[in-house]
C-alpha cells in the first residue's frame, strides 16, 4: 500500500479502517439476534446498523457534491433522500454486503471530488461553518461511537466483542 499522499486520502484510510472494525464487530453479532435492543427506548442491533449507513450515505452525497447543504432539507427527509438502499437492507447478510459497498463507492466518489473539494467551507448542520473534510471526520467519529454502542450490546448479550478477541489474540 503506498503511502497516503494528502488529508483526504489519510481520512479516507481512518474510514476505511474504522468501518472494518464496524464490519467485524456486526458479523460478530449472530442474525438471531439483530433485534435485541437493551430497552425498550433504544435502537435494535439492526436499527443502529442502518442508521451509520444512512448517515454515511447522506454524508457522502451532500459532502460530495458542488453545492453540499445539510439544510436542502428537513433531517429525516435529507437522509431518506440518500439512504434508499439502507432502508432495503433486511437481513445481516444484506447489512454486511451494504456496509462494504457504500464504503467503496464512498471512497470512489471522494477521491473523485479531490482534496481541494474537501477542503473548502460549508455550513455544517448545526449551522456553523467549516471544511467538508471536518464534517467527514464527523461521519467517521459517528461510525465509532455506534461501534463502541454495538460492543455493549454483545456483552450485554453474553458475547465476547470482536475487537476484543482480536486483542486477546483470539
Same mark, same amino acid.
Do not use: C
Given at each position: 500500500m503506498l503511502p497516503n499522499t494528502n488529508l483526504l486520502e489519510e481520512a479516507l484510510e481512518?474510514?476505511?479502517?474504522? *468501518?472494518?472494525?464496524?464490519?467485524?464487530?456486526?458479523?460478530?453479532? /449472530? $442474525? &438471531?439476534?439483530?433485534? +435485541?435492543r437493551p430497552t425498550a427506548e433504544v435502537r435494535s442491533v439492526k436499527e443502529v446498523v442502518v442508521h451509520i449507513l444512512e448517515v454515511a450515505m447522506m454524508m457522502t452525497g451532500e459532502l &460530495?457534491?458542488?453545492?453540499?447543504?445539510?439544510?436542502? %432539507? /428537513?433531517?429525516?427527509? %435529507?437522509?431518506?433522500?440518500? $439512504?434508499?438502499?439502507?432502508?432495503?437492507?433486511? =437481513?445481516?447478510g444484506d447489512l454486511l454486503k451494504l456496509l462494504k459497498s457504500q464504503l467503496k463507492k464512498a471512497e470512489k466518489r471522494f477521491l473523485g471530488v479531490g482534496e481541494l473539494h474537501m477542503l473548502q467551507l460549508i455550513r455544517r448542520f448545526d449551522g456553523e461553518v467549516g471544511? *467538508? %473534510? $471536518?464534517? %467527514? #471526520?464527523?461521519?467517521?467519529? #459517528? @461510525? @465509532?461511537? #455506534? *461501534?463502541?454502542?454495538? =460492543?455493549? +450490546?454483545q456483552r450485554l448479550m453474553g458475547i465476547e466483542p470482536a475487537l476484543t478477541r482480536q486483542i486477546r489474540g483470539g
Open positions: 481512518s474510514w476505511i479502517d474504522t *468501518r472494518e472494525g464496524l464490519i467485524d464487530e456486526v458479523a460478530n453479532i /449472530p $442474525a &438471531t439476534k439483530f433485534e +435485541f &460530495t457534491r458542488s453545492d453540499t447543504n445539510f439544510h436542502r %432539507l /428537513p433531517w429525516p427527509k %435529507l437522509l431518506r433522500m440518500h $439512504a434508499k438502499d439502507a432502508y432495503r437492507a433486511n =437481513t445481516k471544511t *467538508r %473534510l $471536518a464534517w %467527514l #471526520h464527523h461521519g467517521i467519529a #459517528h @461510525e @465509532e461511537y #455506534h *461501534r463502541g454502542q454495538l =460492543t455493549v +450490546f
